[in-house]
């Protein structure tokens, strides 16, 4: 099952291309993966929809590469942390619900 299916099959219907975005940066390594994020992260955190979708492909990143490749899990483990601290620290009344409802 494919991250678009998975997310669909839970009632998500993703709106970014993080997913691919992050695909194709884990084939040029951890500088890659950095970039890709830092640019994401730069534009797009300020509109909570994306931000949290942002943290759902970061998590979902963890997931795919903690038994084979730890680094990059390890990379993806801080990427997520700081994205889901950034949404708790700055998101409000009904993006911070959203926030936590779609990542629950």
């Known amino acids: 099952m494919t991250f678009r299916e998975f997310m669909q099959e839970n009632g998500y219907e993703l709106q970014t291309t993080?997913?691919?975005?992050?695909?194709i940066a884990d084939r040029f390594g951890l500088t890659a993966i950095l970039d890709t994020f830092n640019?994401?992260?730069?534009e797009w955190?300020?509109?909570y929809k994306f931000l949290t979708e942002l943290t759902l492909v970061l998590n979902h990143?963890?997931?795919q590469y903690y038994e084979n490749?730890?680094?990059?899990?390890?990379?993806?483990?801080?990427?997520?942390?700081?994205a889901d601290q950034y949404a708790k620290e700055?998101?409000?009344?009904n993006e911070l619900s959203?926030?936590?409802?779609?990542?629950?």
């Open 18 to 23: 993080f997913w691919e975005d992050f695909s």
């Open 39 to 42: 640019r994401a992260f730069k």
């Open 45 to 47: 955190k300020e509109d």
């Open 61 to 63: 990143k963890i997931w």
């Open 69 to 82: 490749r730890p680094d990059m899990a390890a990379l993806y483990n801080t990427l997520w942390e700081q």
């Open 90 to 93: 700055n998101l409000k009344e």
């Open 98 to 104: 959203y926030y936590w409802e779609v990542t629950d």
